[in-house]
């Protein structure tokens, strides 16, 4: 991409959208911060346990909660982190249209997974993961917006 083109990429119309997708990515590491606390949490949480179809501690402590011994919040923790530095200190790179996108469908694709383990494995849904849900969504549609403007510059 050119000086043009890299110029384009943080004018002022992706201006508002990386501002956007950095306001969700901030969100999803604090709500990510909360799910991995609940993850290691001894106690039972009030605010979340919404009848026997709604509790996050069941789905924060199950079997599904790790990968590779990960917990997966701690996972979201760090993926929400990395959208967050791409869409504000490396916003100007020529790249980060295609890595903000590669990595919030990545991350998109994980979260669906996660919501139909909740859905038709544990059989109760996590107010938090389903906000991570939707917020990962959201950073998904305007990363792709972002990358359909980068690429429409270069041609």
């Known amino acids: 991409m050119d000086t043009a083109s890299a110029a384009g990429v943080s004018s002022k119309g992706n201006r508002g959208l ?11 590491v604090a709500v990510s911060a909360v799910s991995l606390q609940r993850h290691y949490a001894k106690s039972v949480s009030a605010f979340c346990d ?12 199950s079997e599904y909660s790790r990968l590779m011994g990960i ?9 929400y982190g990395l959208l967050l ?8 790179r020529t790249e980060t ?11 998109l694709g994980f979260a669906l997974y996660l ?8 059989g109760t849904w996590c107010i938090l993961c389903l906000s991570s849900l939707a917020m990962i969504a959201g950073i998904a549609v305007l990363a792709g917006v972002v990358k359909a403007r980068a690429a ?4």
């Open 50 to 61: 919404v009848g026997e179809k709604f509790n996050c501690d069941i789905v924060n402590r």
């Open 152 to 155: 429409g510059l270069r041609s």
């Open 85 to 92: 530095l791409l869409a504000t200190r490396y916003r100007t």
């Open 115 to 122: 919501t139909y383990i909740e859905g038709y494995v544990l």
């Open 97 to 107: 249209p295609t890595r903000l996108l590669v990595a919030a469908v990545g991350g």
């Open 18 to 28: 990386f501002v956007a997708i950095a306001v969700l990515a901030l969100a999803g």
């Open 71 to 79: 917990p997966v919040a701690g996972i979201g923790v760090v993926g």
